[in-house]
C-alpha cells in the first residue's frame, strides 16, 4: 500500500471512531443509529481502499460510465 493509500485508510478509521464516540454520547436513538451507520460506512470505506491497493489492477473508466466526464470522450470515428 502506497503512503497517500495508508494515509486515505487511517483518515477513514479516524473518521469512524469519531462518529462512533460521538453515537456514545447521543440520547437520540435514530441519531445513535445514524452515527454507528456512518462509522460503519467510513470503516468499509478504509477496508476498500486497503484491499484496491493490494490488487493492483489498473482502474478502468468507462465511457458513459456515471464517474466519467462526458468531454474525455471524442464520439466522432
Known amino acids: 500500500m502506497s503512503d497517500s493509500e495508508s494515509v486515505k485508510a487511517a483518515a477513514y ?10 453515537a456514545q454520547g447521543t440520547s437520540d436513538r435514530e441519531g445513535r443509529a445514524t452515527l454507528l451507520m456512518m462509522s460503519l460506512a467510513w470503516l468499509r470505506l478504509a477496508e476498500l481502499v486497503e484491499k484496491n491497493s493490494k490488487s493492483q489492477l489498473p482502474v478502468v473508466v468507462l465511457a458513459g460510465s456515471p ?3 462526458p468531454d474525455d470522450y471524442d464520439d466522432k470515428p
Do not use: G, Y
Open 13 to 22: 478509521r479516524l473518521h469512524a471512531a469519531h462518529c462512533a464516540e460521538i
Open 67 to 69: 464517474q466519467s466526464d
